[in-house]
């Protein structure tokens, strides 16, 4: 299944289309606005105007071979890489590479049967190993034409969660010095999130939010929605047309964040009533999700400006929590030790 159409941007695009057809296209590029705007379709459609064999002046062609294949997310010199979950732990680098290049190829996989892709797990991220695949593939030479594009999406997620830099200073060594033939192109909801030395060496482009006749034309073109149901989405999507097609149990999560919170601000005994409102077994599911949104939250905090040390730490142990919630846990047990670890943070 195709990528569905880039809706929106035109200001954007214009000046890309601008500069590429003038040879002042950067090589390394950060495109930065809320999330759920078109980030990345935004520069996937880059990368088709890039390989495009006859592109036109608004753009990629879109019926050439190479537009067919970034359409279908097939070109092999276009390298998409997003946040994964790596599933074995442990294992010596140059397995952590091949885990992660498998569990990147799932994820494409299902984004080329289902395009409107889910956002990202909490535990999801680009580690160490997500930046030496991405090494050994700017090392390649183009197969098919002049040049290669690297889009990384979430880029905020470089920076492991303990606050260890190993991933982000590994690309930034890429950004320094990057191959002749190739663009990298960087995505961030939150791009003071991301190492201010790659923000130094990377043009930053702001990508705002679309106009509700954009999203609502999505709406009925691409979720064949009514007038009805197509104005309540636009009302709740903010311009966001991401915000239509991610995770449904998004607000159910959100809800299910604030609620905990609340509870943990409440003292003892209503942190231990709320861990107790946990399912006694199989930590997937519904707890997981209750995780995903604390996670939300806590990066949104720390994004607004509070206390960033607190709130790295809580982040750190909602991510710990979330990755032992993939285990053999008693969700209860978790939630109630999690709780005292987040009644810390303001």
Not at 1 to 8: A, R, S
Not at 135 to 140: D, S, V, W
Not at 171 to 192: G, N, R, S
Not at 193 to 201: E, G, N, Y
Request: charged fraction near 25%.
């Amino acid at each position: 299944m195709p990528l569905p159409p880039l809706y929106g941007h035109e200001g954007i695009r214009n000046r890309l289309v601008g500069a590429f057809a003038s040879g002042r296209l950067p090589q390394a590029l950060l495109f930065e606005g809320p999330s759920g705007v078109g980030k990345q379709r935004l520069a996937l459609w880059l990368g088709q105007l890039l390989l495009c064999e006859a592109p036109a002046p608004a753009g990629p062609c879109g019926a050439c071979r190479a537009c067919r294949q970034v359409l279908g997310l097939a070109h092999p010199d276009l390298h998409w890489f997003v946040p994964v979950e790596v599933a074995k732990r442990g294992a010596d680098a140059d397995k952590q590479v091949d885990l992660v290049e498998e569990a990147l190829g799932e994820e494409l996989e299902a984004r080329r049967k289902q395009p409107f892709y889910e956002a990202p797990s909490g535990l999801a991220a680009h580690g160490i190993a997500s930046v030496r695949l991405l090494q050994r593939r700017l090392a390649l030479t183009p197969v098919t034409g002049a040049r290669k594009v690297v889009v990384v999406g979430d880029a905020e997620r470089l920076v492991p969660q303990r606050s260890s830099p190993e991933a982000a200073n590994a690309l930034l060594k890429a950004l320094e010095e990057p191959p002749a033939d190739t663009t990298i192109v960087l995505t961030a909801a939150d791009p003071e999130a991301v190492l201010p030395t790659i923000l130094s060496r990377v043009t930053r482009l702001r990508v705002g939010r679309l106009p509700d006749t954009v999203v609502a034309a999505f709406c009925h073109q691409e979720l064949k929605l009514s007038d009805r149901d197509t104005a309540t989405r636009v009302a709740l999507a903010g311009g966001r047309i991401g915000t239509l097609v991610g995770r449904a149990g998004g607000e159910e999560a959100d809800r299910a964040a604030a609620a905990f919170l609340d509870s943990v601000r409440g003292g003892p005994a209503r942190r231990y009533a709320a861990a107790l409102k946990q399912p006694t077994y199989q930590a997937r599911g519904a707890f997981t999700d209750l995780l995903d949104g604390l996670l939300v939250r806590l990066r949104a905090a720390a994004s607004a400006g509070g206390d960033t040390a607190k709130l790295i730490e809580a982040i750190a142990r909602t991510l710990d929590a979330r990755e032992m919630a993939q285990g053999n846990v008693n969700p209860q047990l978790l939630a109630a030790v999690l709780a005292d670890d987040l009644a810390v943070v303001p």
